[in-house]
């Protein structure tokens, strides 16, 4: 089969499209005929290679994947060949506490496809039963693949760990992102009001038609000044963060008093310089996040089949151009998601 594998860290020019052998399903698993994959920032992460993170290379890159069931093991008796299907981001050991109480993302030995772990960047793919989630007919297979890992980790980060409730405002960084064209989404769906942030009004209409009722170009403007101004000094009740070391000082600035931030990534630099002041004087609470479990995938089906959640996806390649697709996003110039089809 073909896979997009790295063997290397570097540039685009480290992506390679290798010919490899198809997994073989054990007796609990599920071999997967991929059609639609994307890309996350994720993946750059993993292809530039991150400090103090020793990955095991060669490495099949990707975290969301959906097509249809081509094998199963002998254990399998819920699922057959052609059976539309989409596959968990993440992966844990099943057993432990964590997993059997539905925070499988909390678990120790949780992995995230493509980065701890063989990705779904392939024409198969091979996933234990329980992370194999049905696909309905009326979801295709590009938007379910746009969807999975930035609305699970949306989902918790809003809702989960930050906690958001009717009428709060939210100020979302990098909304143009996969990441945050959901949390756009599933803020306004709990009846919040959504303060976009990106580096273009271009991007800004369309976070505007997404559902945002407030923008911030980033390029002109002072984030947290405008911040101030459009909610009459008073500050947003939950701050979306994701982009890490150049919005970190506008985040705490612009969090009210006893307001909550919460961070799930770092896409400008890990280095963010915390002012602690600001902190313990506004009463702030910061929440950390990954992921979220497995069981966040079948709300996001729900969603979509109710057309309350919808895929951004801003071009749709062949796998072929998977270097174009990962210069797309590392260079921003995406709204939503580039989809990879195989």
């Not at 995406?334 to 195989?342: A, C, D, P, W």
Request: with cysteine; net charge neutral.
């Amino acid at each position: 089969m073909k896979a997009i594998r790295i063997r290397e860290h570097g540039g685009p020019d480290k992506l390679l499209i290798d010919e490899i052998d198809a997994p073989s399903p054990k007796s609990d698993e599920v071999t997967v005929k991929i059609a639609a994959t994307s890309v996350n920032h994720l993946d750059i992460w993993v292809r530039n290679g991150m400090r103090n993170l020793r990955l095991p290379l060669p490495m099949i890159l990707g975290s969301d994947g959906a097509g249809t069931v081509a094998d199963t093991g002998s254990e399998i008796t819920d699922m057959k060949p052609g059976d539309r299907v989409l596959v968990s981001p993440g992966r844990s050991c099943g057993k432990c506490e964590e997993c059997l109480s539905g925070r499988d993302n909390f678990c120790r030995e949780y992995r995230i496809l493509g980065e701890h772990c063989d990705g779904t960047d392939a024409e198969f793919v091979v996933a234990r039963r329980d992370n194999i989630i049905p696909l309905p007919p009326s979801i295709p297979f590009e938007d379910a693949a746009a969807s999975s890992l930035v609305f699970m980790t949306a989902y918790q980060m809003l809702v989960d760990r930050a906690g958001i409730r009717p009428l709060e405002e939210v100020l979302i960084l990098g909304a143009s992102s996969g990441i945050g064209t959901a949390a756009i989404q599933i803020a306004k769906l709990y009846g919040a009001r959504v303060i976009a942030v990106a580096g273009s009004d271009e991007k800004l209409e369309k976070a505007r038609m997404l559902g945002a009722d407030e923008t911030i170009n980033y390029t002109s403007e002072d984030i947290s000044d405008k911040v101030r101004k459009i909610t009459d000094k008073r500050g947003v009740d939950i701050v979306f963060e994701h982009t890490g070391q150049s919005t970190w000082g506008h985040s705490i600035l612009s969090a009210r008093r006893g307001g909550r931030i919460v961070t799930c990534g770092a896409t400008t630099g890990f280095e963010a310089v915390t002012d602690l002041r600001y902190v313990f004087s506004k009463q702030l609470s910061i929440f950390g996040s990954t992921m979220a479990g497995r069981s966040k995938l079948f709300t996001m089906i729900e969603l979509m089949e109710k057309k309350k959640f919808k895929a951004v996806i801003h071009s749709t390649l062949p796998y072929s151009e998977v270097r174009l697709a990962h210069s797309i996003v590392e260079n921003r110039e995406h709204f939503g998601k580039i989809v990879l089809t195989f």
